[in-house]
Nanobody, 126 residues
Framework: QVQLVESGGGLQQPGESLTLSCVVS????????MGWYRQGPVKQRDLVAT???????DYVDDVLGRFIISRDDAKKTVNQQMNSLKPEDTDVYFC????????????????????WGQGTQVTVSS
């Protein structure tokens, strides 16, 4: 079983910072692309940032320069440091990872599958 568990969400004032963490556990052979999405109550789930297995990062325009995504493969974690927070950053944030389990590797399913965390609420308000 593969699990992704987020932490670090909460209430923060505009202009302040918050760091989200996501820990991956399970029968894992390799971890590929990792990233964060966000979703409001009446919105679709939108991409925020991604980081490849080689460390290449990509951000959507409205967080570029404010958010920093990082990963630690030894600890199987992906983090998102969120700086200069704005009220419009209020959303539920979900981490994801493309994971190849040992069973996938044995079966030749090199692409593995995408797994999601349960989400963590971030609220930015004064």
């Amino acid at each position: 079983q593969v699990q992704l568990v987020e932490s670090g969400g909460g209430l923060q004032q505009p202009g302040e910072s918050l760091t989200l963490s996501c820990v991956v556990s399970g029968n894992i052979s390799t971890i590929g692309m990792m990233g964060w999405y966000r979703q409001g109550p009446v919105k679709q789930r939108d991409l925020v940032a991604t980081i490849s297995s080689t460390g290449s990062t990509d951000y959507v325009d409205d967080v570029l320069g404010r958010f920093i995504i990082s990963r630690d493969d030894a600890k199987k974690t992906v983090n998102q440091q969120m700086n200069s927070l704005k009220p419009e950053d209020t959303d539920v944030y979900f981490c994801y990872a493309r994971i190849t389990t040992y069973q996938d590797a044995i079966a030749g399913r090199r692409a593995g599958a995408v797994y999601w965390g349960q989400g963590t609420q971030v609220t930015v308000s004064s």
